[in-house]
Each structure stands twice: as structure tokens, then as C-alpha cells.
């Protein structure tokens, strides 16, 4: 995860990193876990889908300003696929962000 990208801006102490780090990282088992196996974090991937599905929809209909986070092919990393902030408008994918200062 990128914590560096945090808003608002914050700063951790390396434990706290290490910690944070591994929660995100560790997530999705932690809720199988917690289900003791009988399922996974399902809202949290619809909620995800529907964000992303409103967003795309209000940026078609020409709404200014609509930011979202998309894996898509991009020159961001030297990666050839990276999941970022975008900017969504009538053409779809307007504008890629950069990361910005890690």
C-alpha cells in the first residue's frame, strides 16, 4: 500500500507501517478467517464495483471532475498495468495521475 498517499496526509512510525502494512495486505483473509471459512469479504467487493460503476456512469453523462482508481495500462511505473487515479469523462480514462512524492 501506498500509506505516503494518505489524505489527509499523515505520517507513521516504521512499527506503525509494518502493522498497517500487513492489515491491508492481509484483509481479505482475515474476514475468510473470521467467517471461519464460509464465505470471503463480498460487500466490500460490491461496494467497490458500484463506486467504480457510478463513477464511470457520471463521467459518461459529462460530470467535471469525477476521479476514480482503475487498473489499466499505463506509464505511471515501469510496469506495463498499474492500478491508479484516473480522471473519467465522456471518452472514458480522461486523464492519468501520477503518483506523486512515495
Known amino acids: 500500500p501506498l500509506l505516503s498517499q494518505v489524505k489527509p496526509p499523515c505520517s507513521f512510525t516504521p512499527e506503525e507501517v509494518n502493522y498497517l502494512t500487513d492489515r491491508i495486505q492481509?484483509?481479505?483473509?482475515?474476514?475468510?478467517?473470521?467467517?471461519?471459512?464460509?464465505?470471503?469479504?463480498?460487500?466490500?467487493m460490491a461496494y467497490a464495483a458500484v463506486?467504480?460503476?457510478?463513477?464511470?456512469?457520471?463521467?459518461?453523462?459529462?460530470?467535471?471532475g469525477v476521479v476514480a482508481y482503475a487498473f489499466l495500462e499505463s506509464q505511471v511505473t515501469e510496469?506495463?498495468?498499474?492500478?491508479?487515479?484516473?480522471?473519467?469523462?465522456?471518452?472514458?480514462?480522461e486523464e492519468i495521475y501520477p503518483l506523486g512524492p512515495l
Request: overall charge positive; aromatic content about 6%; charged content about 25%.
Open 26 to 44: 492481509n484483509g481479505g483473509t482475515e474476514v475468510v478467517e473470521a467467517k471461519a471459512g464460509a464465505g470471503s469479504a463480498t460487500l466490500s
Open 79 to 93: 510496469l506495463p498495468f498499474f492500478a491508479t487515479k484516473v480522471r473519467l469523462g465522456r471518452n472514458g480514462v
Open 51 to 64: 463506486k467504480f460503476a457510478d463513477a464511470c456512469l457520471r463521467g459518461l453523462r459529462g460530470e467535471a
